[in-house]
């Protein structure tokens, strides 16, 4: 082994006539160092938009929607059946509403969210998202209190105290009416969930007001139902389905719900990974380059340690360290890049734009098992990367290495 150590050295860190191979040796380490970066980096930021999209949705609803064709008349019973399911947190009933919404600053078109006040916090948390903490006791004794979005809110214009006009375009049948429902409601507070679709969609009222406003007697369109470990969320959905029976129930989860914002992040995380660890291979071939040269170079070296009894396996073995030495240096500097730069996002406190992407900040999420998964791709490829120089060298004639003839012939045309 001290032997393997000492011509390591002299092939990675070699004298000066050697400039080639130093250069060589460098660009490799850098290229497999920005690769390695690149892809903690990518995949860090996109992990981090999955959970702040999850924590933020789970925050405004629960894990489990229940809907049924038509309307849930009695709605305390069906809530009794899905609370006897073991792992059930909380369940709280909603309807929706397709509403005009109008203002001294404008008009916009918006989702009208009525929510049970008594049991909504079990399920999300809307308390936490108020401006007022105290803002859903003054729902409660208000009879036409209102909380838009805050993104719809600054759209508008719209500050607490001012009336909002909302027109409901619907009859208690779910059609269209030619007399549609118009109602003065006072606005309370702000909801700020943190996800733009909703801050800039939705307003919410209380069921109570809303049932007795818009003639819709006690029913509700929804259920939404919290689970205490969001890993158990597909069975006890399962569980939800069979204690109440499929039809007239229809039972989805949030990733049902949103499925096409969940599958978009995961396919660009899936592509742009593929494209760097190509950038990670480009970088292997330079690895395949200066181990070609280290062999050109330090011919005769080879041919005196075949001379001296060194084995063919035994001269691979040492060339797969080489190999393996500068993608574990390389993979050591991708390593540190990437947290300088992962640091440097979340001090720096970058701005997006929410309309955009959603959300207003860059949001980052390191998983130890997807930079664990970096380091062993990138260190494979590097290993690979050796098997080639390694045959080419232990076939180098002794007697034709120690005499001088250059090995150039077997090099640049591959006999």
């Given amino acids: 082994m001290g032997i393997k150590r000492f011509i390591i050295k002299r092939h990675v860190i070699s004298e000066g006539k050697h400039f080639l191979t130093n250069l060589s040796a460098f660009v490799s380490i850098f290229g497999v160092s920005i690769g390695v970066a690149a892809l903690i980096i990518v995949l860090s930021i996109t992990s981090g938009f999955q959970k702040a999209y999850k924590e933020k949705i789970l925050a405004h609803s629960g894990e489990i929607f229940i809907r049924k064709y ?17 792992g059930i947190k909380g369940a709280t009933p909603i309807n929706y509403y397709q509403v005009l919404i109008s203002s001294k600053n404008g008009d916009k078109g918006a989702e009208l969210k009525a929510i049970e006040l008594n049991s909504v916090n079990d399920v999300a948390n809307i308390e936490g998202m108020v401006t007022n903490k105290n803002s859903l006791k003054e729902m409660k004794n208000t009879e036409k ?3 838009p ?6 759209e508008l214009n719209l500050k607490k105290g001012d009336i909002l006009t909302v027109t409901f375009p619907f009859n208690e049948k779910g ?9 003065n409601f006072k606005i309370i507070d702000f909801i700020s969930t943190g996800l733009y679709d909703f801050d800039s969609a939705y307003l919410y009222i209380s069921l109570k007001t809303a049932n007795k406003l818009f003639k819709t007697r006690s029913s509700v369109k929804g259920i939404e139902v919290k689970v205490n470990n969001i890993d158990d969320t597909f ?10 029976g499929n039809y007239p129930f229809v039972v989805t989860t949030y990733k049902e719900n949103f499925s096409n914002l969940f599958k978009s992040i995961e396919y660009q995380k899936k592509y742009i990974a593929i494209v760097i660890i190509i950038i990670i291979i480009l970088a292997a071939f330079s690895i395949i380059g200066t181990l070609l040269i280290f062999v050109t170079e330090k011919e005769k070296d080879i041919a005196l340690l075949k001379a001296l009894g060194v084995s063919k396996n035994q001269l691979i073995q040492l060339f797969i360290i080489e190999g393996g030495f500068i993608g574990v240096i390389g993979i050591l500097f991708g390593l540190i890049f990437s947290a300088v730069i ?6 720096i406190d970058l701005k997006l734009a929410p309309d955009i992407y959603k959300i207003s900040y860059i949001p980052i999420s390191i998983k ?3 930079v664990l998964w970096v380091i062993v791709v990138s260190f494979i490829i590097s290993i690979i990367a050796t098997l080639y120089p390694a045959y080419k060298a232990s076939k180098l004639n002794p007697a034709e290495g120690i005499s001088g003839k250059s090995i150039n012939r077997w090099y640049y045309l591959g006999s």
């Fill in 235 to 244: 069975v006890i959905a399962d569980k939800i389905r069979s204690a109440l």
């Fill in 342 to 347: 992962l640091l440097g996002i979340r001090f």
């Fill in 368 to 370: 130890p098992m997807e």
């Fill in 145 to 147: 209190g209102i909380m």
């Fill in 70 to 86: 038509g309307s849930f008349n009695n709605h305390q019973k069906t809530i009794e059946k899905i609370k006897a399911v073991s």
């Fill in 149 to 154: 979005g805050i993104a719809l809110a600054e």
């Fill in 175 to 183: 059609e269209v009416s030619s007399y549609p429902k118009i109602v």
